[in-house]
Each structure stands twice: as C-alpha cells, then as structure tokens.
C-alpha cells in the first residue's frame, strides 16, 4: 500500500498502481475540492486526515458521503458501492465505472447533482426521497429558504404525493390533485391527531397552487363531503 496526499487528506493507494492512475485520482480530488469550496450545500470534515467526509442538508436530510473508503474499496475489494449514509442509515448506491477514469469521478457527479438541487430524473432512485424533499422545498418555499425555515411535518410517502398533486393541478387536473391533498388532510387530522389550524398550515402551500375559480369549483364537487370543512376554514383563516 501508498498513502498519497490530497487536496482533501491521505489517501491509501495499492502499491503497484500506476503513476498516471494515482495522478489521476489527486487532480479529480482536487476538482472535488474546489466544487465543495464554491458550494453553498456541500460541507467538508476533515478533521482526521485519512477519513474526511462531506456532507450537506437537503430539508429534514443530512446526506453524508465517505470519499475515501469509497475509492479504496473500489481498488483493494472491487466494491463500487458509494459510501454513503442518510440521517446515519446506509444507500446503496452502485455507480457503473469506466476502469480507465479516476474512481473520484462518480462522487464529483454526486456532488454536481447536489448542486443541480437532486433532479429526478438524474437522482439514483435510492436517494428518490432526497430528490423530493428538494423539489418540495424549491417549489413552494423558494430556492433562498434555509434548511431550518422547511421543517415539514409530511412523511416522504406524503411530500411525494403532494408533489404529484401539484403536477396535477398544474396539467389542469386541479380536481385530482385537490382531492389528493385533502386526503392526506383527512388522514393526518383523524390519525395523526393533528389540529385543523396545523392541518390548514400544512396543506395551505399545495392549495394556493389553484386558482380562486378552481378552489370554488372544487367546494362545489368535493371528492369527499368532509373536504369542505378544510376549504371553508382556510377560507375564514388569514394567510398570515
């Protein structure tokens, strides 16, 4: 084995690697360096020099990625597995790799996705969560809010839901989409025991996705009669 130095800290290196491949693997951390210095989300710990990590916050979601081992793993075992935690649980997640690039490449793409706010489409689909988080947050509060200022009080399984109704509402299907945010109201004011006032804080941002004429379209033609009983206290209440 070799320890070489990086930008970031030591990193162990088989001893038969060629030079051209270690070379390869400083610039690309060097690269991924710079990305994470110019970057508003990702943060650096390199308070012990053979272990850093890197980690950012997407809403209630600490990610935290190991770049180290994830590079060693890839040379001395062959596992190209990211190691890679979400609020301290492990994600698999299994790049494909190209034996002729630096191993560093594919965590330098996952940082860029996290500057690109976790597309869909790009996401891995084990990190989906982390996708939808960050288009709730950009959708109904802004690119500019603070992690602290998003603290909602959905499940994953509700925020994408309520992602999916506001795709509804804004293909023109207003009463499917409303119809889905009143039944995540239903359930979370009978089960979860949530306050009708918590319930219309929650709901409010997905609601103000239609217009005045689909809300009063939609009182009229409820999909459940209950369904009222939110729209007419939203109505009374201030927006404050």
Excluded at 66 to 85: A, G, M, R, S, V
Excluded at 165 to 188: H, P, V
Excluded at 190 to 201: A, L, P, Q
Aim: some cysteine; hydrophobic content about 40%.
């Amino acid at each position: 084995m070799r320890e070489v130095d990086t930008a970031i800290g030591t990193l162990t290196l088989p001893k038969e690697l060629p030079q051209e491949r270690v070379d390869a693997e400083i610039k690309g951390i060097k690269l991924f360096k710079e990305i994470i210095d110019s970057s508003k989300s990702w943060k650096l710990n390199d308070a012990i020099a053979k272990r850093p990590t890197v980690y950012c916050r997407v809403g209630d979601l600490k990610i935290v990625l190991d770049p180290f081992q994830t590079i060693e793993n890839c040379y001395f075992i062959n596992n190209f597995h990211f190691i890679l935690k979400i609020n301290r649980r492990k994600v698999c997640v299994l790049e494909s790799h190209n034996s002729n690039t630096a191993y560093i490449d594919p965590l330098i793409s996952l940082l860029l996705l996290g500057e690109a706010r976790w597309p869909m489409e790009l996401t891995p689909k084990t990190m989906e969560k982390v996708s939808i988080e960050q288009q709730i947050i950009d959708h109904h509060l802004g690119l500019e809010c603070k992690a602290e200022s998003i603290r909602l009080a959905f499940n994953t399984e509700n925020k994408k839901q309520l992602l999916q109704a506001i795709y509804e509402i804004e293909n023109g299907n207003s009463q499917d989409g409303l119809a889905s945010i009143f039944a995540i109201a239903r359930l979370k004011y009978v089960c979860s025991m949530w306050t009708m006032n918590h319930v219309i804080d929650q709901i409010r941002p997905y609601v103000n996705a239609c217009s005045d004429e689909q809300i009063a379209h939609y009182i009229e033609n409820p999909f459940e009669q209950t369904d009222r009983i939110f729209l007419e206290k939203m109505i009374a209440i201030p927006n404050i």
